[in-house]
């Protein structure tokens, strides 16, 4: 199975900034879809943003979009979430996931095949 790990998250600011990363362990992570999925509390797993392989097609959610990039490094197996101008709506438990298929929706967690642990995202007013 595929193993990503999350990196980055923390205690920050409303107004700060953060960038998350995951690192991917198997073979041809450039071929997969990458997206960034959040949970915060009391609320379900919702779709942040998304990248395909090639990088060159970005998906984001409404409540992200303009302060959220994602971006991908192929050479070294690794997704990011650069997120500014955080929010306390932001704070969430923040997953990385990737899907096999080529053909998977972005925006589709069901798309999804293998997935992270998690990473605490808390923003404070």
């Known amino acids: 199975q595929a193993q990503l790990v999350e990196s980055g998250g923390g205690l920050v600011q409303a107004g700060g900034s953060l960038r998350l990363a995951c690192a991917a362990s198997?073979?041809?992570?450039?071929?997969?879809?990458m997206g960034w999925f959040r949970q915060g509390p009391g609320k379900e797993r919702e779709f942040v943003a998304g990248?395909?392989?090639?990088?060159?097609?970005?998906s984001y959610s409404d409540s992200v979009k303009g302060r959220f990039t994602i971006s991908r490094d192929n050479a070294k197996n690794t997704l990011y979430l650069q997120m500014s101008s955080l929010k306390p709506e932001d704070t969430a438990v923040y997953y990385c996931?990737?899907?096999?298929?080529?053909?998977?929706?972005?925006?589709?967690?069901?798309?999804?095949?293998?997935w992270g642990q998690g990473t605490q995202v808390t923003v404070s007013s």
């Open positions: 996931a990737a899907a096999l298929s080529g053909s998977g929706t972005i925006a589709y967690i069901r798309d999804y095949d293998y």
């Open positions: 198997r073979r041809g992570f450039g071929a997969y879809m």
């Open positions: 990248i395909q392989g090639s990088g060159g097609t970005t």
